[in-house]
């Protein structure tokens, strides 16, 4: 069974959908990209899978549990962790204090998950007392990504976790992810750079115009010579 679900789902802004019947699965320990061109959805079916956007269609499931009507502060109590594109990180707050705001809703002693973090990206120990503000890009969603993993989630959720950083942060940020799928966490993402992303990925969506085209693992859709042409670059 998936972690997480997102079942045939439907619904837009308040106007026109965005969304047709579109359905989104992720298992644990796995990596599943969306991929597609712009205005195809992909952010749009990231926040209704974090209860950002209602649905006037389709369910989403955790576990088997129906959350679909669970704000997006109870998704992450019950085990999810979203970190969006653009503004991520407090600026003016240092990077430690970032990650303790990751923690605001347990009740427990979080420093083995910090040390975790810290594991994970060892500059952002060097970097702890410095605000947040003044680092670079990539190290900016290093404590993004560090901070969703504060809540210790079952599905972590990027959308666009490379955009705007180099290839060579882009692979180091991909190397983090495998690593933390490897881990047993359950990672959905949306990515611009489909074709680095399908390489990792266990599972593949390709969405256009709100709906499912294709679906397979990330292998067979950078061999599948339709989508090669359509949504590649040949």
């Known amino acids: 069974m998936s972690v997480l679900i997102g079942e045939t789902m439907t619904g837009g802004y308040g106007g026109a959908d965005i969304l047709h019947g579109c359905t989104i699965a992720v298992e644990a320990g796995e990596i599943a990209v969306i991929v597609g061109p712009n205005g195809a959805g992909k952010s749009t079916a990231m926040k209704a899978l974090f209860g950002m956007l209602p649905l006037r269609q389709g369910q989403v499931r955790l576990r088997g549990r129906d959350i679909t009507a669970l704000s997006p502060q109870d998704r992450v109590k019950a085990g999810m962790g979203f970190v969006p594109q653009v503004r991520n990180v407090f600026a003016s707050m240092t990077v430690e204090e970032n990650l303790e705001m990751g923690a605001f809703l347990r009740e427990d002693d979080f420093r083995e998950t910090m040390e975790m973090v810290y594991g994970l990206f060892p500059i ?22 560090g901070r969703a993993l504060m809540t210790r989630p079952e599905v972590l959720m990027l959308d666009e976790p490379t955009a705007g950083v180099s290839p060579i942060v882009m692979d180091e940020l991909f190397d983090k992810i495998i690593e933390i799928a490897a881990a047993g966490i359950a990672i959905l ?42 949504f590649l670059g040949g």
């Open 124 to 145: 952002l120990r060097e970097k702890r007392r410095q605000p947040a503000g003044q680092l670079s890009g990539g190290q900016r969603q290093q404590v993004a990504v």
């Open 189 to 230: 993402m949306v990515e611009q750079n489909a074709r680095q992303a399908l390489n990792i990925a266990d599972r593949g969506y390709v969405l256009a115009q709100g709906r499912n085209h294709f679906t397979d693992t990330g292998e067979a859709l950078m061999a599948n010579p339709e989508v090669r042409r359509s």
